[in-house]
């Protein structure tokens, strides 16, 4: 056979930014690539622009493609999460064989992910829902990748999958996860703490900013430090990048003119949901898509700037001197609070689907290739290591002495910028949940006798076994529950 009869090794439908750099890794690491995309001026595109770039095997149609490749067959999926995904896999389904693979590389939902990979189980076929980070960059030159499904189809795709993940050590950032939807889940839960991570990085910009009185150029330069010391990370680095760029029209740094209103794809949104139904507080990536909501709340923010004025903050270099280490330290130990709330989830998640998520191995692939790679994720991997049934991240040795000597600084950071007006609700909830984990007593008790007073709910007890309810409408005695 020569090569150009030669069947494809893998598959990729979908060729626009993402599918096409990932088609590009796989044939720049020596794969035979099958690419199509349902209108074909992509597929020509790709070939026209990068064919001399590895092998790859145009296919018109999914029939063409699917011909073209080697069985099992293996068919990545890359195209736009939701309705076009379905579309894509009942389109592909009849035309395969028991035994092949489809692989979901886009940003879908964890339980549609659940429920295709029950569907394709039923007609002998495996599905992989991979969660694939890093951008269009990572896509191409090495992204983590966290995919779902059967033990047995990774025995196939682990290896070409990890070869093109991003590499750190030496290993790859890419392991299977755990069956059905569990890639997608962790990837969403990835994208959870990004949500967590950007809002604490934009909390300590403006305080620096607006209560240490330093310019976006300065704060660049704190966010340089910073980066080479334990906060770092590519998202500290890339605020020093941003921080630091100019608007070559107007002459002002770029931050000043950017409109103050964060947009949002969903995933942040989705972790808060299934948190939600998990009982799980992560109150840090929640408080980061409600300050993105709010910043583009424009028609309330005018009328309460209106009604009440901004606060006036009196900036002062002095203040700054002290606030620079002050906001790191806050940063740090709230940035672990966030990281522990998602970990937290994954594991809630591994106990609910049975999924069985090592959760230090979760942390090792986030270590290269996606938004959230930090040198902390080495410490989080350690952790889970030494005790992969850690109560939370927050008590392992490492973490809590971390937490523990910030959390002077990280009261005054958060009193400051409360007294100065300054929003700064991660800090301040990653505090909260800090201080309520280890508190002796909540005052849940008291929601629970409130619970039973209006709705007989019943509570329980610290001193003894059992449910009780106390009858408040009659004489107040306690009766068993
Ligand atoms: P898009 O999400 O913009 O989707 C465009 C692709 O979907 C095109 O190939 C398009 O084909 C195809 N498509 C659509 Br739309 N409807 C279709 C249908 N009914 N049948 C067949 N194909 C259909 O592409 P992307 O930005 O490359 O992202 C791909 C996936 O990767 C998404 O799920 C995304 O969430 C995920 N992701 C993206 C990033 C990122 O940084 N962009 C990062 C991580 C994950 P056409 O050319 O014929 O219109």
């Known amino acids: 056979m020569t090569t150009s009869e030669a069947p494809a090794r893998i598959a990729v439908t979908g060729l626009a930014v993402m599918g096409s750099n990932l088609a590009r890794n796989l044939a720049r690491h020596g794969y035979r690539v099958a690419v199509h995309n349902r209108s074909s001026a ?75 990979e029950a569907a394709l189980r039923e007609a002998g076929l495996h599905f992989v829902g ?39 050590d030496g290993v790859p950032c890419c392991v299977h996860v755990g069956p059905d939807g ?20 934009a909390e300590a910009y403006d305080l620096l900013n607006r209560v240490g009185g330093m310019t976006p150029t300065q704060i660049a330069e704190v966010f340089r430090g910073w980066n080479s010391g334990d906060l770092e990370s590519y998202l500290v680095e890339i605020t020093a990048e941003v921080l630091g760029h100019f608007d070559p029209e107007t002459g002002v740094p770029l931050v000043d003119v950017i409109a103050d209103e964060a947009e949002q794809k969903g995933t942040g949104r989705w972790t808060v949901q299934e948190a939600l139904e998990l009982g799980v507080p992560v109150t840090g990536i929640a408080e980061a898509v409600f300050a993105r909501s709010l910043s583009g709340r424009v028609e309330q923010r005018k009328a309460a700037r209106e009604a009440f004025g901004s606060p006036e903050v009196l900036a002062s270099e002095r203040i700054a001197d002290q606030l620079v280490e002050d906001v790191r330290q806050a940063l740090y130990a709230s940035k672990v609070v966030a990281y522990a709330q998602g970990f937290d989830q994954m594991r809630a998640a591994s106990a609910e689907y049975g999924w069985d998520l090592d959760l230090g191995a979760m942390a090792t692939i986030w270590r290269g290739g996606c938004i959230i790679r930090a040198r902390f994720l080495d410490r989080i991997r350690e952790a889970y290591d030494k005790d992969p049934n850690l109560a939370s991240l927050l008590v392992d040795e490492y973490f809590r002495d971390a937490v523990r000597d910030a959390e002077a600084a990280w009261r005054r950071v958060v009193v400051g910028a409360v007294e100065a007006g300054v929003p700064v609700p991660g800090f301040v909830s990653a505090l909260a949940y800090y201080d309520a984990l280890r508190s002796e007593r909540l005052p849940a008790s008291l929601v629970q006798g409130l619970r039973d007073f209006f709705g007989a709910h019943t509570y329980r007890r610290t001193d003894r076994e059992g449910s009780f309810h106390t009858l408040w409408s009659g004489d107040r005695s306690q009766v068993d529950a």
């Open 130 to 168: 991979a969660g694939i980070s890093g951008g269009e960059e990572g896509a191409l030159n090495g992204p983590s990748i966290m995919p779902g499904g059967s033990k047995e189809s990774y025995q196939h795709l682990g290896p070409v999958l990890e070869s093109i993940a991003a590499q750190v």
């Open 182 to 201: 569990a890639g997608h889940f962790v990837k969403m839960v990835h994208n959870g703490i990004e949500y967590a991570d950007m809002q604490l990085i």
């Open 42 to 116: 992509r597929t020509k595109a790709l070939i026209e622009e990068h064919g001399h770039e590895g092998d790859f095997v145009p296919a018109e149609t999914l029939e063409e493609l699917v011909a073209s490749l080697q069985t099992p067959r293996q068919i990545i999926i890359m195209v736009k999460a939701g309705a076009p995904t379905d579309a894509v896999i009942d389109e592909l389904v009849p035309l395969l064989e028991p035994g092949d693979m489809v692989i979901d590389g886009g940003n879908a939902h964890y339980a549609d992910t659940r429920r295709r």
